[in-house]
Structures are given as structure tokens and as C-alpha cells.
């Protein structure tokens, strides 16, 4: 298995314009996670999904920021406009419901996108 | 909600010297545990999980955690710590029920090992 991929692994770009993070899960997982990760503020959760349906988008940070799953092996996290604060590593990260239990199992990491936003 | 604490931000230890990485939970019942390893530049890894039974969890790379109700920990532990363990340490707890689907991770443990 090739594991999450991500894409672009590393973006730089310039204030106020529109990015977009890809991420294709594990085959056959029915979760799926966007994280952020900063010095300042650690591993956040910004959202995740469940059967390609949004289940918790309470960690998006603003209106700039949007994710979408059209289709069990495709997700993107879109930023527009960019900001400067946005800047950080994102990681895509994919799971699977335990067969008969009410949970999902380990979580498996892409590589993530280094965002710097000029 | 639930919550996790790993009190040690940053912890150094000479190679070859026993290693304890700290796990504190906030939850009402058990919760489903993990640790997961970050090495520079990468995304998580898991390395061990508890769900349910024997309390002493062995995971890969000679880690082991044990799980303890009374203290609402989960301590992760190795006996002899290699220069390639050098990474940040995150422990991670999971609840059953609306948000079964995901986990809340603490803050991260950074290790720095001597030679």
C-alpha cells in the first residue's frame, strides 16, 4: 500500500492568493483528517470526515479556509485568500472503523504540505 | 470533552539510558490510547495502542506503555533509548460514541538523546 499521499509536499506562495493541499487516503478507509501543525500551536485538528461527509469542521479556522471530499479517495483543503499566519505544515491523515466496534483505529499519516505563505 | 496532558515538553536522555515519556487523561471511562512518533520532517506513526485487556501494551522499536485507570495514565516506556529514537512524542486518546471517529493528541514530547 502506498500509504496517504499528499500533494504539493512543500507550497510557496504569496499573500492573498488561493491555495489548494490534496491528500488520497488509504484504500478502503472511511475516516479521514486535516491537521495543522505549528511551532507555536502544536498538531490541530481542522477537520474531518467520515464516509466522505464532513462530521466536525469546528477546528477550520475561518472562512478562508475550506475542505472537501468528492469521492472516498480524494480530498482537498483549500485557502483563499492565503495569509502569512497561515504558514505551516499540513498533514492529511486516514483511518478505518473497527469492524463491530464503535471507534476508529490507528490513524495513518501522509508526509504533509509545508506551506509558506509570503 | 476529553482531554490529554503530556507535562514534559522537552526531555533529554543519554543513549543506552532507560526512557519514561509521560501520559496524563481527562475522561469519564477508558478511553481507546495511543502513541504516535513524529521524526523530523515526517508525519505520525503509531507505535502502540491500548483498546481494552492486558494493561502493559508492547508497540514497535522496543516501546512499551502501560496503562493505568487509578492514575489516568498511560506511560510510554523503553529500557535502553538508541540515538535514532531522537523525535517528538505524541500521545493521543479516542472516545466511543458521537466523535468515535477521532482522536485528541497532547502537546508532544520532544526527546534529544546524548551520545
Known amino acids: 500500500d502506498a500509504g496517504v499521499i499528499q500533494s504539493p509536499r512543500h507550497e510557496v506562495t504569496e499573500m492573498g492568493q488561493e491555495v489548494t493541499l490534496r491528500c488520497k487516503p488509504i484504500s478502503g478507509h472511511d475516516y479521514l483528517f486535516w491537521y495543522r501543525q505549528t511551532m507555536m500551536r502544536g498538531l490541530e485538528l481542522l477537520i474531518y470526515f467520515n464516509n466522505n461527509v464532513p462530521i466536525d469542521d469546528s477546528g477550520m479556522p475561518e472562512d478562508r479556509f475550506s475542505a472537501k471530499m468528492p469521492n472516498a479517495s480524494f480530498s482537498t483543503l483549500k485557502i483563499q485568500p492565503s495569509e502569512p499566519r497561515d504558514s505551516a505544515v499540513y498533514f492529511c491523515?486516514?483511518?478505518?472503523?473497527?469492524?463491530?466496534?464503535?471507534?476508529?483505529?490507528?490513524?495513518?499519516f501522509g508526509p504533509g504540505t509545508r506551506l509558506t505563505v509570503l | 470533552a476529553q482531554s490529554v496532558t503530556q507535562p514534559d515538553i522537552h526531555i533529554t536522555v543519554s543513549e543506552g539510558a532507560s526512557l519514561e515519556l509521560r501520559c496524563n487523561y481527562s475522561y469519564g471511562a477508558t478511553p481507546y490510547l495511543f502513541w504516535y512518533v513524529q521524526s523530523p520532517g515526517q508525519g505520525l506513526q503509531l507505535l502502540l495502542k491500548?483498546?481494552?485487556?492486558?494493561?502493559l501494551v508492547q508497540g514497535i522499536k522496543g516501546f512499551e506503555a502501560e496503562f493505568k485507570r487509578s492514575q489516568s495514565s498511560f506511560n510510554l516506556r523503553k529500557p535502553s533509548v538508541h540515538w535514532s529514537d531522537a523525535a517528538e512524542y505524541f500521545c493521543a486518546v479516542g472516545i466511543p460514541g458521537t466523535n468515535a471517529g477521532k482522536s485528541t493528541f497532547g502537546d508532544g514530547t520532544t526527546l534529544t538523546v546524548k551520545p
Open positions: 491523515a486516514s483511518s478505518r472503523r473497527t469492524s463491530g466496534a464503535n471507534r476508529a483505529d490507528t490513524q495513518y
Open positions: 491500548y483498546f481494552s485487556g492486558d494493561t
